[in-house]
């Protein structure tokens, strides 16, 4: 399996950006997802999980109510829009696929096996 994540890039603080994940194979709707980010001299955090229906999703108490999950199993890809970006929103955001196919959603990076290439975001103030 093969993680594709792009669209970051540099926004000012208070807008708005639409991160894409694509998946290589059809096996990507049967497995939880997930959105993380690391920014300079941080250990790598959990952002936000969707179950394999898209129909549950989980997000870290930072970006709740700000950020929104999704995924387009027809298309084998996940999406995770950002909006109200602050300048701590920096980071360089990886999406992953979990490991088996069980339906918790897993804010470990343990719990995940395929990570894409990241992509940077970058808030300024």
């Known amino acids: 399996v093969q993680l594709q994540a792009c669209g970051g890039g540099l926004v000012e603080a208070g807008g708005s950006l639409r991160l894409s994940c694509a998946a290589s194979?059809?096996?990507?709707?049967?497995?939880?997802m997930g959105w993380f980010r690391q920014a300079p001299g941080k250990e790598r955090e959990f952002v936000a999980a969707i179950s394999r229906s898209g129909g549950s999703t989980s997000y870290a108490d930072s970006v709740k109510g700000r950020f929104t999950i999704s995924r387009d199993n027809a298309k084998n890809t996940m999406y995770l829009q950002m909006n109200s970006l602050k300048a701590e929103d920096t980071a360089v955001y990886y999406c992953?696929?979990?490991?088996?196919?069980?339906?918790?959603?897993?804010?470990?990076?343990?719990?995940?096996?395929?990570w894409g290439q990241g992509t940077q975001v970058t808030v300024s103030s």
């Open positions: 992953a696929k979990s490991k088996g196919d069980g339906g918790s959603l897993y804010h470990t990076s343990l719990w995940y096996d395929y």
């Open positions: 194979r059809r096996i990507f709707s049967n497995y939880v």
